[in-house]
T-cell receptor, first 114, second 111 residues
């Protein structure tokens, strides 16, 4: 049972375009929603994260939108660049639970064409 | 600035062999984690250690054991490797209420 569902599995976007990745979760106790970026041969690295008390968070070209009632959140990559080509994972956790365990979505492979 | 260091980076085993994956962090983090990454399934938690001296099962613990050797080191052991355990294994660490930091993984193939 996958508690965090991510779509699409892959995405091709032209340089300068917008990449949009969506995630849906089931456990209403989740209260921390990070996005990780992973390059080939490397471990995931935190990109941006949001708590459910805000509906949007922006850091540079990356924006998280959060819809608590729909139990959905999304990552928007504005002005996509070839260097953004990577696999992106959404995740969720209960931040005060022992160990702050993350539940990951299945990942989205993004390819930005020059 | 090593962060989270995993050894080895690559390993090929035969079915039934045993192996220990090593992980060490130099960030003085309390919590450490082991995940496996399989295509289309994201990362799944195998075991975690919320603090030195404690370990708990994650989502997919069967076939694995762990040891929190000290605050810095957290090892993952496969006692009798099976082809279904072919995967990329990631170790991570964190402090409470902060993001997890990941190592670069161990790529394990079991024939």
């Amino acid at each position: 049972q996958q508690q965090v569902k991510q779509s699409p599995q892959s995405l091709i976007v032209q340089k300068g375009g917008i990449s949009i990745i969506n995630c849906a979760y089931e456990n209403t106790a989740f209260d921390y929603f990070p996005w990780y970026q992973q390059f080939p041969g490397k471990g995931p690295a935190l990109l941006i994260a949001i708590r459910p008390d805000v509906s949007e968070k922006k850091e540079g070209r990356f924006t998280i939108s959060f819809n608590k009632s729909a139990k959905q959140f999304s990552l928007h990559i504005m002005d996509s660049q070839p260097g953004d080509s990577a696999t992106y994972f959404c995740a969720a956790s209960i931040i005060k639970a022992a160990g702050n365990k993350l539940t990951f979505g299945g990942g989205t492979r993004v390819l930005v064409k020059p | 600035n090593a962060g989270v260091t995993q050894t080895p980076k690559f390993q090929v085993l035969k079915t039934g062999q045993s192996m220990t994956l090593q992980c060490a962090q130099d960030m003085n983090h309390n919590s450490m984690y082991w995940y496996r990454q399989d295509p289309g399934m994201g990362l799944r938690l195998i075991y975690y250690s919320a603090s030195e001296g404690t370990t708990d099962k994650g989502e997919v613990p069967n076939g694995y054991n762990v040891s929190r050797l000290n605050k810095r080191e957290f090892s993952l052991r496969l006692e009798s490797a099976a082809p279904s355990q072919t995967s990329v294994y990631f170790c991570a660490s964190s402090v409470p209420n902060q993001p997890q930091h990941f190592g670069d993984g161990t790529r394990l193939s079991i024939l």
